[in-house]
């Protein structure tokens, strides 16, 4: 592991040396840049705090934040399925969640957009408390399973299986685009 920029000629000829190696019944070399080890890291929720605590010290403040503001925008019982979407848009929107869900895992998910992703599922959960009546509703359905895949994503290892990931990044956006063509019929 090395702490600089990539380098071609470099990576040639550790190239040449791990093959030699392996010619020879040895195991083979490789070499780590600078970004491949920062990938590695924000790729690693754990790796991140611990080599960067800092980004994690409002993280609780955030979502305390989260909670106080849901209870306040959502005081009220919520009568009908279209208000149900429109207040799950509107949180969506607001903690983009389409520009988290765009991003590539393999590359790690900004720390903000996570935060956001947490925050927009605790608001929708204090939706559903705020909608008992539409519990039986296909947007009610829908917004659920979104959230499910959502955190079947969101902590799903990201380095264990990165099709699986894939996978199941696709799987929510398809709930997500469920719950948009529902909201336009």
């Known amino acids: 592991m090395v702490a600089i920029e990539n380098d071609v000629t470099l990576q040639e000829h550790i190239c040449n040396i791990s093959l030699k190696r392996i010619e020879q019944g040895?195991?083979?070399?490789?070499?780590?840049?600078?970004?491949?080890?920062?990938?590695s890291i924000k790729s690693d929720q754990t790796m991140l705090r611990l080599y960067y605590p800092e980004?994690?010290?409002?993280?609780?403040?955030?979502l305390a934040e989260a909670s106080m503001d849901a209870c306040q925008k959502y005081p009220t019982i919520i009568q009908n399925a279209h208000e149900l979407r429109k207040l799950f848009f509107t949180e969506a929107v607001a903690q983009r969640i389409e520009e988290f869900l765009e991003c590539d895992p393999t590359y790690g998910i900004p720390l903000d957009l996570t935060n956001s992703a947490n925050v927009c599922v605790y608001a929708i959960r204090k939706l559903f408390q705020r909608s008992p009546m539409l519990i039986d509703s296909n947007s009610y359905a829908?917004?659920?399973?979104?959230?499910?895949?959502?955190?079947?994503?969101?902590?799903?290892?990201?380095?264990?299986?990165?099709?699986?990931?894939?996978?199941?990044?696709?799987?929510?956006i398809e709930k997500y685009e469920e719950i948009k063509e529902e909201s336009l019929i």
Do not use: C
């Open 26 to 39: 040895k195991w083979p070399v490789k070499i780590l840049f600078w970004d491949d080890i920062v990938h």
């Open 55 to 62: 980004l994690y010290q409002g993280h609780i403040e955030v």
């Open 142 to 172: 829908l917004i659920n399973a979104f959230l499910n895949s959502l955190n079947k994503y969101h902590t799903a290892n990201k380095e264990s299986d990165i099709k699986e990931v894939e996978k199941l990044r696709k799987e929510v």
